[in-house]
């Protein structure tokens, strides 16, 4: 009678050690990515507060990518840019914000499609980079803290700050200066100019060519003399069967590049 028992209670343990096995590999082959909270406290059009999730432990997780897009206006706006005033920037602006809504839903825990590259590209959205460094490499190991993009930088040169400046105690340990998309045959900066200033490189439209790849991230208006960036943020990795993942995008904002 013991060993009956004892037979049964080893089945029973078999049984259950399976199912649980099961259910933690259904759990682990889930790649999901948790999207950037969207709600980013800016400081006027100059300066962003972006909180990364924290992704330790995250066997997909590889980096956070910024996506960009620049656009010609003739308008100076001196606060923070609101959704009524991009067509007043520049009406491409508006139709682009539009279009990526349906995708910025931070409701729905759906992963994002695995061709979220191709629908910034589409609209000629760009992934920014740092000069002398792999922002790839700096955004990877930045989840669980706090970034600041700052327009605003005293050196006249728009960077990306790793740690919460609005924290004096903070203390920012990394400031690099931000860089335009660049590659041979599909998009480099007229003059190879890549810094995120409003300079006659970036505001002439002239210089936007299909034919020489120039200044495909700038959007053309007849009105010139300020320039306005675009920004979304995403987190990004690789599943086990080597597919993109993305995380929902989140809309960052519009902010003005200094002269």
């Given at each position: 009678?013991?060993?009956?028992?004892?037979?049964?209670?080893?089945?029973?343990?078999?049984?259950?050690?399976?199912?649980?096995?099961?259910?933690?590999?259904?759990?682990?082959?889930?790649?999901?990515?948790?999207?950037?909270?969207?709600?980013?406290?800016?400081?006027?059009?100059?300066?962003?507060?972006?909180?990364?999730?924290?992704?330790?432990?995250?066997?997909?997780?590889?980096?956070f990518v910024i996506y960009y897009r620049?656009?010609?206006?003739?308008?100076?706006?001196?606060?923070?840019?609101?959704?009524?005033?991009?067509?007043?920037?520049?009406?491409?602006?508006?139709?682009?914000?539009?279009?990526?809504?349906?995708?910025?839903?931070?409701?729905s825990t759906t992963t994002a499609p695995?061709?979220?590259?191709?629908?910034?590209?589409?609209?000629?959205?760009?992934?920014?980079?740092?000069?002398?460094?792999?922002?790839?490499?700096?955004?990877?190991?930045?989840?669980?803290?706090?970034?600041?993009?700052?327009?605003?930088?005293?050196?006249?040169?728009?960077?990306?700050?790793?740690?919460?400046?609005?924290?004096?105690?903070?203390?920012?340990?990394?400031?690099?200066?931000?860089?335009?998309?660049?590659?041979?045959?599909?998009?480099?900066?007229?003059?190879?100019?890549?810094?995120?200033?409003?300079?006659?490189?970036?505001?002439?439209?002239?210089?936007?060519?299909?034919?020489?790849?120039?200044?495909?991230?700038?959007?053309?208006?007849?009105?010139?003399?300020?320039?306005?960036?675009?920004?979304?943020?995403?987190?990004?990795?690789?599943?086990?069967?080597?597919?993109?993942?993305?995380?929902?995008?989140?809309?960052?904002?519009?902010?003005?590049?200094?002269?």
């Open positions: 009678m013991k060993k009956r028992r004892l037979f049964h209670f080893v089945v029973s343990l078999l049984i259950t050690g399976s199912t649980l096995g099961l259910g933690s590999c259904g759990i682990e082959d889930y790649p999901y990515l948790d999207p950037v909270d969207s709600g980013i406290p800016l400081r006027l059009n100059t300066t962003a507060f972006i909180r990364l999730p924290d992704f330790s432990g995250n066997i997909y997780f590889r980096t620049i656009y010609i206006s003739g308008l100076s706006i001196p606060g923070t840019v609101s959704t009524s005033q991009m067509y007043q920037i520049n009406s491409s602006l508006t139709s682009d914000y539009n279009a990526m809504l349906s995708y910025t839903d931070t409701s695995s061709n979220m590259g191709s629908v910034f590209s589409n609209r000629r959205y760009y992934t920014l980079a740092l000069e002398n460094a792999s922002i790839d490499n700096v955004l990877g190991s930045a989840g669980g803290g706090v970034i600041t993009l700052d327009f605003a930088d005293t050196s006249g040169r728009p960077s990306l700050i790793i740690g919460d400046t609005r924290m004096p105690s903070n203390n920012p340990y990394a400031r690099y200066r931000l860089f335009r998309y660049s590659e041979s045959g599909f998009m480099r900066p007229y003059a190879d100019n890549r810094y995120f200033v409003n300079s006659n490189d970036i505001n002439n439209g002239a210089y936007i060519n299909t034919a020489t790849y120039t200044n495909l991230d700038v959007q053309y208006n007849s009105a010139s003399g300020y320039t306005y960036v675009s920004m979304y943020i995403l987190a990004y990795g690789v599943d086990s069967n080597f597919s993109n993942i993305y995380s929902t995008p989140t809309f960052i904002g519009v902010f003005r590049l200094p002269d």
